[in-house]
């Protein structure tokens, strides 16, 4: 009798029972009006942040940036995601809701007039 741990193998599905997958092409989505420019240098660093966050988690980027040399091994990786989201903003393929101004904030009362 030993103090290892009895390790168990797991039986794994075997490949041929996956299922096929299609043969279908998928069609591309079909080209829509760019967003209009975004007005305030604020709202534009904000739209390009929240990007350049969602293309660091893995989103594929909409454009490309070629280095100085044109192939685009010359660009920090960091900074290139920053300048990707920035121009994916600029040529209107980011679409962003802007909040209502109006809108009650969630948690305060209205003030009452006397």
């Known amino acids: 009798m030993t103090d290892e741990p009895e390790v168990v193998d797991a039986e794994l599905p075997s490949e041929t029972s996956a299922p096929a997958e299609s043969t279908e092409s998928v069609e591309p989505p079909e080209p829509r009006e760019p967003m209009p420019p975004v007005e305030s240098r604020f709202m534009f660093v904000d739209i390009s942040a929240l990007r350049a966050k969602q293309l660091r988690r893995g989103a594929l980027p909409r ?3 070629a280095g100085p040399d044109g192939d685009g091994d010359a660009v920090e990786t960091a900074k290139k995601l ?9 040529e209107g393929l980011i679409v962003y809701d802007i909040p209502d101004q109006n809108a009650h ?8 007039s006397a």
């Open 63 to 65: 454009v490309t940036l």
């Open 82 to 90: 920053e300048r990707i989201a920035m121009r994916e903003v600029e």
């Open 105 to 112: 904030v969630v948690g305060s009362e209205p003030e009452e």
